[in-house]
């Protein structure tokens, strides 16, 4: 309470000064009024009473100072300091500008990237008690899992057995597709299959309706006829209309009713989620063997009132063993862990946010040195004044002061702008973010952002005033006025500006080895063969839906009369269907086992996908031997596969493959199916095209149809001229097919690449800005030597001195300087790369080739960033230089 009192009193005495003063004398006059009458009641006369009144007071003025020392002197003074800066730098709006300008650039960028550092790391997940929720994984040494993907089976024995979880809920990984119809034009949407409890377990309420229910996880039909919408398809499919629940849709041709909106942002387990449907589950799947041996959804807990994560830990141990025991076929060597929500959310997104904050904040101590070398030049010019008013009486501890408030306003100022600019960039960075590659794509300036930008304000300026500060406090009055005020001429003031460029230029070197790695890896990354010709292939995604689809020959009729519809097309070389294209994602995954091979020898995670018969040719993969698919590779007939080389290589070393047969069966009975290799391709990149390619087999499309697939068309010209050709042919077949993610083949190919390419051009850009400003250092501090040595230059060019030899004695301190930094940030950056291992493709951390260009190129840039004061130097008259001194 009384710091409060305290702090009111101050705060009124700043703000009401007059009144303070009055209150202060009233008070003082009362104390020596009472004084005064003491003594006049002990017998004095009043003369001597007021008198002795006075002194035993101990003086009206020094009290009174005492007296707003205890009230807040520093605020006054600091509000002082501040109109002072304020007035100084309004008379040097050049200097100010430029220090705003540059330190607004630096907090800009911080502001920026940390605005998605706190949305993606720092702040807590937008569920109830997000601290309680857990991951659920397995785990399976034997064949290299680890956070894995669970079999429902195992999920729900977790969920009835392990006491320290309140609730279990499921859900597949990723969004599948569905198809809506019915409603205008049919479209693709992103559905989300949960459990029923999904909602209930996050402690997430919807907008409007209701959440799903735990008993909609099970359906005796197995299809799901209600849904949970996403704000974003509600607004944009039924125009936010608040009477959408309970409308009945299509979606793949099953009548759907909307029984909720989810709230805005909602976004599990991906952005962009258009419907979450329940899984539907049959009851009896419960009790089959593929419910227990398929892994395909994820599992979240919420730990139950009281437990620890360490507790859960332990039971789910305990039950996974137990599980092992009681479902060998299954479990033997499956085994199962958790690990926080929001650690596992953030997985692999963390490393380049921090890579990229770490960017920025160097870029701001670059600015930093920069500021503070233009501060200390302003210093050196206020020599004289500083020495006057020493000499006067001012303390140095004043000066120091009113240079560091300088600082701060400049900071201020500059954080201000910083966070405008900030926000703009939070905008571009939104609007450039790769799709998938956070977890979050919104981000937003809070109270946390602010709060970082505050602190990093106070940081940059005490650190750039802090210089100036201890020069304007150190200097000799005697020494400033023998100098005649010529700032600068000091050793120790050109020691403490080279000594910042040194800095500055080590800084940049950190910071351009770091964007030149990522540039190298993103050059090796482009050169990679995918293991197919991208160039003139549109793709684009159909999905059938309805009873008109319901047979697997119905589906096979439509894509086979399609495709030979595109083929007759002008332009059009060839056409084909897949379940999934090449660097868009991964097929299913299976065990395997190949004839012959001993029993009980099988395979884990073949890559297998359906591919109509063309695809090969359309795709431009090469045949390496046997055969590719022929129209004789249909249902009924004999079962064939073509496999990748990678297969061939690790399996059958040393043998021919063609002929060889294989089941999906991880250990064959008499009702597997052997499917026979007929050829051998080369691999493509499944995933992306830093991921070498996966074991992989293909499958004729007629054996294995599909409702969902790709289209992929090679024609000799714009593949994107296709489009709309093919829509057109689409709409003649059946008006309710749906189209979604019309893309050339080079865009998934440059899309794969999305992340590598966001943060080589982020940190390429922050490295630019930052080599900029050290090449403004280089050239102010050198801009500085030449007009110091004006008259030194003048002297030597009159004796006859050659121009080459003066301009050398510019250029030779400027590459000394930069040789110093670019030495020290060579040693520097051989640490703080290795943070860029991960980011990295087939470049070392320490790559020789990196670390020997950067460098030199950076040792260029600084000589050209001499050689301007040089020339000015080496042209000054003779005369005019001598006089000038």
């Known amino acids: 309470?009384?710091?409060?009192?305290?702090?009111?009193?101050?705060?009124?005495?700043?703000?009401?000064?007059?009144?303070?003063?009055?209150?202060?004398?009233?008070?003082?006059?009362?104390?020596?009024?009472?004084?005064?009458?003491?003594?006049?009641?002990?017998?004095?006369?009043?003369?001597?009473?007021?008198?002795?009144?006075?002194?035993?007071?101990?003086?009206?003025?020094?009290?009174?100072?005492?007296?707003?020392?205890?009230?807040?002197?520093?605020?006054?003074?600091?509000?002082?300091?501040?109109?002072?800066?304020?007035?100084?730098?309004?008379?040097?709006?050049?200097?100010?500008?430029?220090?705003?300008?540059?330190?607004?650039?630096?907090?800009?960028?911080?502001?920026?990237?940390?605005?998605?550092?706190?949305?993606?790391?720092?702040?807590?997940?937008?569920?109830?008690?997000?601290?309680?929720?857990?991951?659920?994984?397995?785990?399976?040494?034997?064949?290299?899992?680890?956070?894995?993907?669970?079999?429902?089976?195992?999920?729900?024995?977790?969920?009835?057995?392990?006491?320290?979880?309140?609730?279990?809920?499921?859900?597949?990984?990723?969004?599948?597709?569905?198809?809506?119809?019915?409603?205008?034009?049919?479209?693709?949407?992103?559905?989300?299959?949960?459990?029923?409890?999904?909602?209930?377990?996050?402690?997430?309420?919807?907008?409007?309706?209701?959440?799903?229910?735990a008993d909609e996880t099970w359906s005796a039909s197995g299809v799901a006829h209600t849904a949970v919408i996403s704000d974003r398809f509600w607004r944009e499919r039924f125009g936010a209309d608040g009477h959408v629940i309970g409308r009945s849709i299509r979606i793949d041709g099953q009548p759907t009713e909307i029984v909720g909106v989810a709230p805005a942002g909602f976004a599990l387990p991906v952005e962009g989620v258009d419907i979450w449907q329940p899984m539907a589950w049959k009851p009896e799947l419960r009790r089959k063997i593929f419910f227990r041996r398929a892994h395909f959804v994820r599992a979240i807990a919420r730990l139950a009132p009281g437990a620890s994560f360490e507790t859960a830990d332990a039971q789910l141990q305990t039950v996974a063993s137990r599980l092992k025991l009681q479902y060998p076929e299954t479990n033997k060597y499956m085994g199962a862990g958790l690990t926080p929500l929001h650690r596992f959310l953030v997985g692999d997104t963390q490393l380049p946010l921090l890579v990229l904050l770490a960017s920025v904040a160097l870029l701001l101590l670059i600015a930093c040195a920069n500021v503070g070398n233009l501060l200390l030049v302003r210093a050196a010019g206020r020599e004289r004044e500083a020495a006057l008013r020493l000499t006067l009486g001012a303390g140095r501890r004043r000066l120091a002061k009113q240079a560091l408030t300088e600082s701060l306003v400049l900071s201020a100022l500059g954080g201000v702008a910083g966070v405008a600019l900030g926000v703009v960039g939070i905008r571009v960075l939104e609007a450039l973010l790769p799709g998938g590659m956070l977890r979050s794509s919104h981000f937003a300036v809070d109270w946390?952002?602010?709060?970082?930008?505050?602190?990093?304000?106070?940081?940059?300026?005490?650190?750039?005033?802090?210089?100036?500060?201890?020069?304007?406090?150190?200097?000799?009055?005697?020494?400033?006025?023998?100098?005649?005020?010529?700032?600068?001429?000091s050793r120790r003031m050109r020691r403490w500006t080279e000594l910042l460029v040194v800095g500055e230029v080590a800084l940049a070197v950190v910071l351009t080895l770091g964007a030149g790695l990522l540039v190298r890896s993103f050059r090796e990354l482009?050169?990679?063969?995918?293991?197919?010709?991208?160039?003139?292939?549109?793709?684009?995604?159909?999905?059938?839906?309805?009873?008109?689809?319901?047979?697997?020959?119905?589906?096979?009729?439509?894509?086979?009369?399609?495709?030979?519809?595109?083929?007759?097309?002008?332009?059009?070389?060839?056409?084909?269907?897949?379940?999934?294209?090449?660097?868009?994602?991964?097929?299913?995954?299976?065990?395997?086992?190949?004839?012959?091979?001993?029993?009980?020898?099988?395979?884990?995670?073949?890559?297998?996908?359906?591919?109509?018969?063309?695809?090969?040719?359309?795709?431009?993969?090469?045949?390496?031997?046997?055969?590719?698919?022929?129209?004789?590779?249909?249902?009924?007939?004999?079962?064939?596969?073509?496999?990748?080389?990678?297969?061939?290589?690790?399996?059958?070393?040393?043998?021919?493959?063609?002929?060889?047969?294989?089941?999906?069966?991880?250990?064959?009975?008499?009702?597997?199916?052997?499917?026979?290799?007929?050829?051998?391709?080369?691999?493509?990149?499944?995933?992306?095209?830093?991921?070498?390619?996966?074991?992989?087999?293909?499958?004729?499309?007629?054996?294995?149809i599909q409702s969902a697939v790709s289209l992929l068309s090679r024609t000799n010209g714009d593949p994107s001229g296709l489009a709309p050709a093919i829509r057109r042919i689409l709409g003649e077949m059946d008006h309710n097919v749906a189209v979604a993610d019309v893309r050339s083949m080079e865009m998934i190919r440059a899309a794969s690449l999305a992340r590598e390419r966001f943060l080589m051009a982020m940190l390429v850009v922050f490295a630019g800005v930052g080599l900029l400003l050290a090449v403004v250092g280089v050239y102010g501090v050198l801009a500085q030597v030449a007009r110091r040595r004006t008259r030194e230059m003048g002297i030597r060019i009159a004796l006859g001195s050659p121009i080459g030899q003066v301009r050398w004695l510019v250029v030779r301190h400027g590459l000394g300087l930069v040789t110093v930094g670019v030495v020290i940030g060579i040693s520097a950056a051989l640490v703080a790369t290795r943070g860029l291992g991960a980011l990295l493709y087939h470049v070392a951390p320490a790559d020789p080739v990196t670390f020997v260009t950067i460098p030199m190129l950076l040792a260029i840039t600084g000589v050209a960033a001499a050689w301007v004061p040089a020339i000015q130097a080496s042209r000054a008259d003779p005369a005019v230089a001598l006089r000038s001194e």
């Open 1 to 213: 309470m009384a710091t409060v009192k305290g702090l009111r009193a101050r705060l009124r005495a700043l703000f009401r000064r007059g009144a303070a003063e009055r209150e202060l004398d009233e008070e003082l006059r009362f104390h020596i009024e009472m004084e005064t009458e003491q003594n006049l009641r002990s017998g004095m006369p009043p003369a001597e009473a007021r008198r002795r009144a006075l002194r035993d007071f101990g003086g009206v003025q020094p009290t009174k100072e005492a007296h707003r020392d205890v009230r807040g002197r520093w605020l006054e003074e600091l509000i002082a300091d501040t109109r002072y800066a304020l007035r100084t730098l309004r008379r040097a709006p050049v200097l100010a500008g430029a220090a705003i300008i540059t330190l607004a650039l630096g907090i800009g960028a911080n502001t920026t990237i940390f605005s998605a550092v706190n949305a993606e790391i720092l702040k807590p997940l937008p569920f109830a008690s997000p601290g309680r929720l857990v991951m659920l994984w397995e785990e399976n040494p034997e064949k290299g899992w680890h956070e894995q993907l669970c079999a429902p089976a195992n999920a729900f024995d977790w969920k009835d057995q392990v006491r320290a979880f309140a609730d279990v809920a499921l859900y597949f990984q990723g969004a599948g597709q569905a198809t809506l119809t019915g409603e205008g034009t049919p479209q693709i949407l992103k559905a989300a299959g949960v459990s029923g409890n999904f909602f209930d377990l996050l402690g997430v309420r919807v907008q409007l309706g209701r959440a799903l229910t």
């Open 448 to 489: 946390t952002v602010l709060g970082y930008v505050v602190l990093i304000v106070l940081g940059s300026g005490i650190l750039f005033g802090t210089a100036p500060a201890l020069w304007m406090g150190r200097r000799s009055p005697a020494e400033s006025l023998k100098e005649g005020g010529r700032g600068g001429d």
């Open 526 to 704: 482009i050169s990679v063969d995918p293991g197919f010709d991208p160039r003139g292939v549109l793709a684009m995604q159909i999905a059938l839906s309805g009873p008109k689809y319901d047979s697997a020959s119905q589906q096979r009729l439509f894509f086979e009369q399609l495709v030979e519809r595109v083929k007759a097309l002008p332009g059009v070389e060839g056409a084909a269907v897949t379940t999934v294209p090449p660097l868009a994602g991964t097929g299913y995954t299976s065990d395997f086992a190949i004839a012959g091979r001993p029993a009980g020898e099988y395979y884990t995670e073949i890559t297998h996908r359906s591919v109509m018969t063309d695809y090969f040719h359309v795709m431009h993969v090469r045949l390496l031997r046997g055969r590719i698919f022929t129209a004789a590779d249909r249902q009924g007939a004999p079962h064939v596969l073509i496999i990748n080389e990678q297969v061939a290589q690790k399996y059958f070393k040393g043998q021919d493959p063609v002929g060889q047969r294989i089941t999906f069966d991880k250990i064959p009975n008499d009702s597997s199916e052997w499917s026979t290799i007929v050829g051998v391709v080369a691999g493509e990149r499944q995933r992306d095209l830093s991921s070498e390619p996966l074991i992989e087999a293909y499958i004729p499309y007629a054996q294995e």
